[in-house]
């Protein structure tokens, strides 16, 4: 949907006080493009598998989905 009518699409304006008329303007308003979501993938890692990294795994895992999928403007895309 455009913020412009579209029998706004060009407008000539001119500037100037009384009869002179200073410079002659032409207002070409902006084209907007469709928004799109982004798609999002959260990559989690640990360098080894003693307990206390799975446990940090695990954290970062649920912490990066939450923020993800949080977010209005995301598509949870998934975890690697």
């Known amino acids: ?7 706004n699409i060009r407008r ?11 410079k002659k303007i ?4 902006p084209k907007y493009l469709e928004y799109k979501k982004l798609r999002v ?3 989690c890692r640990v360098s080894t598998l003693n307990k ?18 949080d977010n209005s403007d995301w598509i949870f895309a998934g975890v690697w």
């Open 12 to 22: 000539t304006f001119h500037i100037g006080v009384g009869e002179l008329i200073m």
């Open 52 to 69: 206390i990294q799975r446990n940090s795994l695990q954290w970062q895992i649920g912490y990066y989905t939450n923020m993800i999928q």
């Open 1 to 7: 949907m455009s913020f412009f009518n579209i029998k």
């Open 26 to 29: 032409i207002f070409i308003p």
């Open 41 to 43: 993938a959260a990559y």
